[in-house]
């Protein structure tokens, strides 16, 4: 069983930065790709980012591309999202969630590819 649990969350100005973090519970973490999702209220939720088991691929949506980084410390068993230059479309509740296939990487966007989920951590982004 993995528990994923999100923090970091909370309130921004435009233009400013947050770092959420994912801490993972289990013994393979290491062995698994992980994402970032995002949900807005009334909208679908979106891939905001992903990294390999080893950190040494990532992939980012176009949106928050060149202003948000993905890492991860296997040591800790935490996966970052360090968000900059934040702007109010991204206010949204993020979720970080846990590859279904060990060393896999393939279509990281689609949400169908992870089976563990964590509870989210509420991002508000005011003007």
């Known amino acids: 069983q993995v528990q994923l649990v999100e923090s970091g969350g909370g309130l921004a100005q435009a233009g400013g930065s947050l770092r959420l973090s994912c801490v993972a519970s289990g013994r393979t973490f290491s062995s698994y790709a992980m994402g970032w999702f995002r949900q807005a209220p009334g909208h679908e939720r979106e891939f905001v980012a992903a990294?390999?088991?080893?950190?040494?691929?990532?992939r980012y949506a176009d949106s928050v591309k060149g202003r948000f980084t993905i890492s991860r410390d296997t040591v800790k068993n935490t996966v970052y999202l360090q968000m900059n230059n934040l702007k109010p479309e991204d206010t949204a509740n993020y979720y970080c969630?846990?590859?279904?296939?060990?060393?896999?990487?393939?279509?990281?966007?689609?949400?169908?590819?992870?089976?563990?989920w964590g509870q989210g951590t509420q991002v508000t982004v005011s003007s």
């Open positions: 969630a846990k590859n279904r296939v060990i060393y896999r990487f393939d279509n990281p966007h689609h949400s169908n590819n992870y089976d563990y």
């Open positions: 990294i390999t088991w080893n950190g040494g691929s990532t």
